[in-house]
């Protein structure tokens, strides 16, 4: 009986979930520009935020909404910004600029069609590498996908989890179908919530080096107006902070920005998988079409079809072990998405022809349906 008392159901639609995860992982800064599918995030945290003693503002553009996030997650405060395509086509620069400084941010693209004012109010898929490759450099990144409600909760704190442990920005790929969908779904309260905060320094201020090696990739991160000295910069630089052009120095950098993510592969990188234990046909989706993904399976499952689905939560690192193993057991696999085809460029890269792979693509701002995944399932 206890732990009922410390969960609440409500109704929510996907950008309010996205909210309340936000929240309980102990965000405490917003910054954005009104978009649309993604505007209630940015209602609902200027409604919230001041009565948890945090901060939302209202900026002039997405350039300076993220050059804010970075500002406040560099002063220590766990910080957020939401958008959708062209708002986050320009906040490439500064996301570049998060991932070099390594401040932890989350930044959410409810995506929607493009390129550029597109179709504002219609569902896609096609910012995908995007994510990946938006900002230029040679440079790991997190991406994470939505596919309900529920997700939308348990992502987001998932995401600033995974932020704040590894120093790095994560992507949260929404899409206008989730954003707006309203389902019923059980809140933890916060403090049955697992948060993962940033390591501090156990250091004097004078020891202190704010991107020094260790094991674990993840130098310790001290917040502006601590005491610690700190030197944060778009250039590559040494263990102090401070620009360097040493060749050995800007390769051990490197290597250690993908050190870190690469030692958290078996935390950062997670899958849903349905039916797939004697699946023969596999469903591989992400986002809103996961679910009409489910539905079909399961239809086909009805009809006697071993089939199974394989759900991509975080799309980057590219999850290429689950990925691998379902090309391995199943005869054929099957992607659809809302883009010219995306992850399956990712999915046939790994599976190198061994295995019969089938695209389903649609581009015309419509939803792909359970009917339409169902009745390719019917004919393999």
């Known amino acids: 009986m206890a732990s009922n008392r ?43 935020l001041p009565g ?18 970075i500002g406040a997650s560099l002063a220590g405060v ?128 004078e020891w202190y080096l704010p991107y020094e090696d260790n094991s674990r990739g993840v130098p310790p991160m001290a917040a502006m107006g601590d005491g610690y000295r700190h030197h944060v910069t778009g250039l590559i630089h040494d263990a102090h902070g401070y620009p360097t052009q040493r060749p050995k120095e800007v390769e051990a950098f490197t290597r250690r920005q993908f050190r870190k993510i690469t030692n958290g592969f ?25 679910r009409s993904a489910h539905r079909a399976v399961v239809r086909a499952r009805e009809q006697g079809i071993k089939a199974g689905l394989l759900q991509l939560i975080t799309l980057f690192p590219f999850p290429k072990t689950a990925v691998v193993s379902a090309l391995r057991q199943c005869n054929t696999v099957m992607i659809p998405e809302m883009n010219m085809g995306q992850i399956s460029r990712e999915i046939k890269r790994v599976n190198q022809e061994k295995t019969k792979i089938i695209k389903h693509n649609r581009i015309d701002g419509q939803f792909i349906t359970p009917d339409e995944i169902y009745d390719k399932l019917l004919r393999e």
């Open 266 to 290: 078996y935390e950062i990188q997670q899958v849903k998988k349905f039916h797939m234990d004697d699946a023969e046909i596999a469903v591989i989706a992400y986002g809103a079409v996961s």
């Open 52 to 69: 948890l003693g945090g901060t939302f503002i209202q900026m002039e553009d997405e350039i300076a909404s993220l050059g804010a996030v």
């Open 78 to 205: 766990k910080s957020l910004t939401a958008t959708s395509g062209p708002g986050f086509s320009l906040m490439q620069e500064n996301l570049g600029y998060a991932c070099i400084a390594e401040v932890p941010c989350v930044i959410v693209n409810v995506m929607r069609g493009g390129p550029s004012t597109g179709l504002p109010t219609s569902p896609a898929q096609g910012d995908v590498l995007q994510a990946r490759w938006g900002t230029h450099g040679d440079h790991p990144i997190v991406v994470m996908a939505v596919s309900s409600v529920s997700d939308c909760f348990s992502v987001t704190v998932n995401a600033f989890n995974i932020s704040e442990k590894y120093r790095v920005p994560v992507i949260i790929l929404s899409d206008e179908v989730v954003a707006h969908t309203r389902e019923t779904i059980t809140l933890s309260t916060p403090e049955t919530v697992e948060v993962v905060d940033r390591i501090t320094p156990n250091v004097p201020p």
């Open 6 to 48: 410390k969960k609440k159901t409500v109704l929510l639609q996907g950008n309010e979930a996205i909210v309340e995860g936000a929240l309980a992982a102990g965000c405490r800064f917003f910054a954005g520009y009104p978009i649309t599918p993604a505007s209630e995030i940015n209602e609902l945290m200027s409604a919230k």
